[in-house]
């Protein structure tokens, strides 16, 4: 609406106060736990094989391990995060260890049988794949008949500007069409699982890291401090680090701002 000067001046001093002491009241946001709660729901056995497709260093394979009791193959691409894993995997419990292997793998390079395995996990992946339907098509080969994909990743939304969104996701290594929602609607439409449902998250996980742990507010302050004074932080640590660090900052922030939004799939192998 238009600017009110009668408004802007009189009426809302008298309501500022208490408007900002409800925005001051959380909205209960869901954080990242809801994946695993999501897995908890699914009731699998004990000894089910799952596989974490692009596991980083591990962190939630184990967790799938730890607290699920399944056997899980952590896959990634990157070497550096199979090395790491493994030297952590070795710091475990022998029970735990035990149900966990790391290996090379992509979303769409599954190294497993057909119909092998009981559960997908896939966290904030699909975004860096070139086409999202091979690696649906690829969870849906290696699953057995009623396994489950749980998946989350980032999603553009419409207030995201086209050139805010060029330079980021060159930036951050993320396909632009693969971050479109339609386009991973399609790509699950086409590869024969069934959607069991699927969460909009929209900024919640940005607004539970700044109410626990003020991240996001230390991601913005970074943010200013990279704007303002580049050639700083560039003669430092270079320019490439800079453009990622600027990448991860902006990324967190615009999450929060529902610039990006988080979407989490459950589909199903009929």
């Known amino acids: 609406m238009p600017w009110d000067p009668g408004f802007f001046h009189d009426s809302y001093p008298r309501l500022e106060a208490a408007f ?29 094989r799952a596989v974490d497709v692009g596991c980083g260093e591990g962190a939630y394979a184990v967790r799938l391990a730890t607290h699920f009791g399944l056997r899980v193959l952590g896959i990634d691409p990157v070497q550096r995060h199979l090395d790491l894993a493994r030297a952590a995997r070795r710091d475990l419990v022998p029970d735990i260890a035990s149900r966990l292997a790391f290996e090379r793998g992509t979303a769409t390079r599954v190294p497993v049988a057909d119909a092998s395995l009981d559960l997908v996990w896939c966290r904030d992946v699909m975004l860096h794949v070139e086409h999202p339907r091979e690696a649906y098509a690829e969870f849906a080969r290696v699953l057995r008949r ?32 693969s971050a479109d929602p339609r386009v991973l609607d399609e790509g699950i439409a086409g590869s024969g699982l069934e959607v069991v449902d699927t969460l909009d998250l929209a900024g919640e996980w940005g607004e539970w890291s700044q109410e626990q742990e003020g991240a996001v507010g230390r991601a913005l302050l970074h943010l200013a401090r990279l704007l303002r004074a580049p050639e700083r ?38």
């Open 146 to 177: 009623g396994g489950h994909v749980v998946a989350h990743q980032a999603v553009t939304t419409d207030l995201l500007a086209e050139e805010e969104a060029d330079w980021l996701f060159d930036v951050m290594g993320v396909v632009p069409s």
């Open 20 to 48: 900002g002491a409800r925005l001051d009241e959380s909205l209960a946001p869901r954080d990242p736990s809801v994946l695993l709660q999501v897995v908890r729901e699914l009731d699998l056995r004990p000894d089910s």
């Open 233 to 270: 932080y560039r003669a430092e640590f270079g320019d490439a680090a800079y453009d990622v660090m600027l990448g991860e900052c902006r990324w967190q922030v615009y999450v929060t701002m529902g610039k990006l939004g988080g979407r989490l799939d459950v589909l199903r192998r009929p």
